[in-house]
């Protein structure tokens, strides 16, 4: 049997990177994978969650009794200075013949018994923007078995930076909503589901484009439902009551049943500054639901077919997106049909076997 290992900052943040991450193992443990997760950290201070583990899969914790973002970044950063060697430690104990990681600066760069896997979970543009990043990467990425990104393009970007490096590949993050969950199309209601935050999510734009509509009388009887938490929720909160629109924009607070948020969901959108693979993007179109979102990195364009299962609007077009976003709202036929192409378009792309068909090359 075949022992998969993956070091994750923190099992039970709320976000991209580990449900990603968490989709993964699973896979990886109904198949047949001897799986174990090391994670730096068990509790957050804030967003906490709980992803459900396929019952094979083990968990270990660097520090168990640490809670995450409770106190200032410094206090991590120490920390992490030394927790790479604890981390190596659970690794020689556990004996994997692989380990994934999803932080570059948790690699061991010299030689092992086991392949090193860096697992890219941001658009190639943006990982390159942080110096720690990039330094280790481009002194270090000879030592890397197989650096895996969330698009073709990115990969391409890789290859064309490093000069052909053959230690790269790329693969989509799953899509497990169950096939049964579908909108209806009829329940007016848009949805963003991530992380409240005016810098990266750039949330602003979105309730800016949303009053635009309604001053345009194009969002009557229509609401935009917000889930999930973040730095930004007082500002967002004002926003919404300075303009007197409680009845047409709601924070909902954070979700577990994403399932059930879809299957009420008419038009999913994103007004993201960056992104990598969006996996409320991948779930929004498995339940037939179209989309509107800024083209803000390569792997929203693997997700979303500009006026095939939604619309790609330039970064930060807001005149644009409204006049997208308005289309769809007075077109049922429209959402009906891009929502149809929407399940073709992950069926094809994000389906669970063809991501396990390539991992199972990547690991074999």
């Given amino acids: 049997m075949i022992k998969v290992s993956f070091v994750l900052n923190c099992i039970n943040k709320l976000g991209g990177t580990e449900k990603a991450t968490i989709d993964l193992a699973n896979l990886l443990a109904i198949n047949n994978y001897q799986v174990h997760?090391?994670?730096?950290?068990?509790?957050?201070?804030?967003?906490?969650?709980?992803?459900?583990?396929?019952?094979?899969?083990?968990?270990?914790?660097?520090?168990?009794?640490?809670?995450?973002?409770?106190?200032?970044?410094?206090?991590?950063?120490?920390?992490?200075?030394?927790?790479?060697?604890?981390?190596?430690?659970?690794?020689?104990?556990?004996?994997?013949?692989?380990?994934?990681?999803?932080?570059?600066?948790?690699?061991?760069?010299?030689?092992?018994?086991?392949?090193?896997?860096?697992?890219?979970?941001n658009s190639y543009e943006f990982y390159r923007t942080g110096l720690v990043t990039k330094k280790l990467l481009d002194k270090n990425y000879k030592e890397i078995d197989n650096i895996i990104f969330l698009s073709s393009e990115d990969l391409q970007k890789y290859k064309n930076e490093f000069d052909n490096p053959g230690n790269a590949d790329y693969v989509y993050n799953i899509s497990n909503i169950s096939p049964e969950v579908r909108t209806n199309h009829h329940n007016r209601t848009i949805t963003y589901l991530g992380r409240i935050d005016n810098n990266q999510k750039q949330l602003d734009q979105s309730l800016d484009i949303i009053k635009k509509l309604i001053d345009k009388n194009l969002f009557n009887d229509w609401i935009y439902n917000i889930y999930g938490s973040?730095?930004?929720?007082?500002?967002?909160?004002?926003?919404?009551?300075?303009?007197?629109?409680?009845?047409?924009?709601?924070?909902?607070?954070?979700?577990?049943?994403?399932?059930?948020?879809?299957?009420k969901t008419d038009i999913m959108i994103l007004t993201s500054k960056y992104e990598g693979l969006p996996m409320a993007l991948i779930e929004a179109a498995s339940s037939g639901v179209p989309i509107v979102s800024y083209?803000?990195?390569?792997?929203?364009?693997?997700?979303?077919?500009?006026?095939?299962?939604?619309y790609l609007v330039k970064n930060n077009d807001r005149e644009k997106f409204v006049e997208k976003l308005g289309d769809l709202i007075q077109n049922l036929d429209k959402r009906v049909t891009m929502g149809n192409n929407a399940i073709i378009q992950v069926k094809e792309k994000f389906s669970e076997e063809s991501i396990l068909e390539k991992w199972n090359k990547i690991l074999k």
Avoid: W
Wanted: proline fraction near 4%; include cysteine; charged fraction near 30%.
């Fill in 37 to 121: 997760i090391i994670s730096l950290y068990n509790k957050i201070n804030t967003e906490q969650n709980t992803y459900n583990l396929h019952k094979n899969i083990k968990v270990s914790f660097v520090f168990p009794n640490t809670i995450y973002l409770k106190k200032p970044l410094i206090f991590y950063r120490l920390k992490d200075s030394f927790s790479k060697k604890k981390v190596e430690n659970i690794i020689k104990l556990l004996e994997p013949n692989y380990v994934l990681y999803t932080d570059i600066k948790q690699i061991p760069f010299y030689r092992t018994t086991y392949k090193k896997i860096l697992m890219v979970h």
């Fill in 295 to 310: 083209e803000c990195s390569d792997g929203i364009k693997e997700i979303v077919k500009d006026n095939f299962n939604g």
């Fill in 230 to 263: 973040g730095p930004d929720q007082a500002s967002v909160y004002k926003f919404i009551k300075d303009h007197n629109l409680e009845d047409r924009i709601k924070l909902k607070g954070t979700t577990t049943d994403v399932e059930e948020v879809l299957s």
